[in-house]
């Protein structure tokens, strides 16, 4: 054995007693996704909430991924997961400007054929944890597998690589007798969108916002969930900010603005104040006020009632914005069965604090001096463009994402809708799980860009996953979706997963 290798056996034998080196589980994934279907994209339930994975109506993925969990019981621990996907999918066809030419064209473009879709690492200390890199995320207070999706926080696109401090789960709060509990999380990242910026932006209307930072925060509170009725409240709030805005208009680069990346940004990020370079704040604010209240019933089954009620700016913070928001009941059974859980929601965002805006302060030596602070347009801005992620929505998918259109300026082209959506699942036997989602919604288009007909839209799918007794780390899923109307087109497809999960222990 020459000197290194006894170098590095001495160093495992020390580190071994500290990390458990002898019993070090590692779970592995080994997977293939494979869709195929007609129409413009796969369809709506096919591709929503799934961390922008698949868009596209033909393609087939191959994913590999690692992962070590977070052990909760020990006051130190860690976790670290790695998850790769590549394959190939249908290009689609985008429409673009050429200035110098002064017409269309028409460019093909599909997703990445290999690309990271997770690689982070966390720390645990008691009840605080510290998160790097890019790591999936869903909502914390909504079923991510029935619901339409958080309205700040879905999974609907791909991560981000951020920074995130905060708390494992909800903690007891002291000298409260464990009849109060907190949970939240503050976060910094960066987009890593500039590429497919460049490629799929249309260079006629909108905002290509370059090296874009992000921010997110949220606190709730909980009474005691061991009582039978318990209640969830608080707010999460989002920020874009930095990087450097190119607007264009009519086809032509009308404004280049270069937004501060300075201390004070990453303050004001978390603590919005006035500004004078952007307007009234500086970065694009979006966030929610989320309550959910929960009933337990006494053979254990739960029934929850909630809403996320949107805010883009103060008027709709103190809920000028009537009903706005996501509003849903939810209800769990108390055990495996035909029905496993079942969710109804109901969301709108036509309201938006009303159509007009208007402020004296944004036009000195005006003679109007009344004010009206409506027009929220709703994850919009005009130096930051759409709240999304290479095209994906990153709050709720009912809103259309940018991707979508024939047409990418990075603008919620369809942001005022009325949408009801139902999900269920269940395990009729052990060896098979189901899930069924439908929704149906109506779009007014915007309130800068009003559509001069509604446009509807009616979404469904249905999923089955088979896990032989014999055989449970092997998962074989089917889905088949379709949309039917003129918001998304009429799309139809089918999906098979084939997942098989692994133990390695070291």
Request: proline share 4%; aromatic share 16%; net charge neutral.
């Amino acid at each position: 054995m020459n000197y290194f290798s006894k170098l590095l056996v001495t160093a495992l034998a020390l580190l071994s007693p500290a990390f458990a080196w002898a019993e070090f589980p590692v779970d592995y994934t080994a997977e293939m996704i494979a869709n195929a279907g007609g129409g413009d994209f796969a369809p709506y339930y096919i591709n929503a909430n799934r961390h922008g994975i698949i868009t596209q109506k033909n393609g087939i993925l191959l994913h590999a991924g690692v992962d070590h969990k977070l052990d909760v019981t020990k006051r130190f621990s860690y976790d670290f997961g790695l998850d790769i996907y590549g394959g190939a999918t249908n290009s689609t066809c985008y429409n673009k400007w050429n200035a110098t030419a002064g017409s269309w064209y028409s460019q093909n473009e599909h997703p990445a054929n290999f690309w990271l879709q997770q690689a982070y690492a966390s720390v645990k200390y008691r009840g605080v944890i510290l998160t790097a890199g890019m790591k999936q995320r869903g909502s914390y207070m909504l079923d991510n597998a029935l619901s339409s999706g958080d309205m700040i926080e879905s999974g609907n696109a791909r991560p981000i690589p951020q920074v995130r401090l905060g708390f494992v789960d909800f903690q007891n709060i002291p000298f409260t007798n464990r009849w109060l509990q907190i949970q939240g999380e503050v976060g910094y990242g960066f987009y890593c969108q500039n590429s497919w910026l460049n490629n799929h932006f249309d260079y006629y209307n909108g905002v290509k916002t370059v090296d874009m930072l992000y921010n997110y925060k949220r606190l709730y509170l909980r009474t005691n969930p061991e009582k039978p009725f318990s209640a969830t409240f608080g707010a999460q709030a989002v920020c874009q900010f930095g990087g450097t805005s190119y607007i264009y208009s009519s086809g032509e680069l009308s404004d280049v603005f270069r937004h501060s990346s300075s201390v004070k940004s990453f303050w004001q990020a978390f603590l919005p104040r006035s500004s004078s370079a952007e307007g009234f704040y500086e970065g694009q604010h979006i966030g929610s006020w989320d309550i959910k209240l929960r009933y337990r019933l006494r053979n254990r089954a739960e029934i929850s009632a909630y809403v996320q009620a949107l805010w883009e700016d103060g008027s709709a913070m103190g809920k000028m914005n009537g009903w706005d928001g996501l509003w849903g009941i939810e209800y769990k059974a108390p055990a495996s069965g035909w029905i496993d859980g079942a969710v109804i929601e109901y969301l709108q965002t036509t309201n938006q604090s009303g159509p007009l805006h208007w402020d004296p302060a944004d036009s000195p030596g005006t003679t109007l001096g009344s004010q009206a602070t409506g027009s929220d347009n709703y994850y919009n801005n005009n130096f930051y463009g759409g709240y999304a992620n290479l095209g994906m929505a990153q709050g709720n998918p009912m809103l259309k994402s940018p991707l979508f259109y024939s047409s990418v300026d990075m603008f919620f082209l369809d942001n005022r809708v009325k949408a009801l959506h139902v999900g269920i699942d269940g395990t009729p036997l052990d060896v098979l799980k189901y899930r069924v989602l439908a929704g149906y919604r109506t779009s007014w288009g915007s309130y800068l860009y009003p559509r001069t007909e509604k446009a509807h839209n009616f979404s469904f799918m249905v999923e089955a996953t088979y896990t032989p007794r014999k055989l449970s780390a092997l998962h074989v899923k089917g889905q088949f979706g379709l949309d039917h109307g003129k918001l998304l087109g009429n799309n139809v497809g089918a999906c098979v997963t084939v997942t098989y999960n692994g133990l390695l222990n070291f």
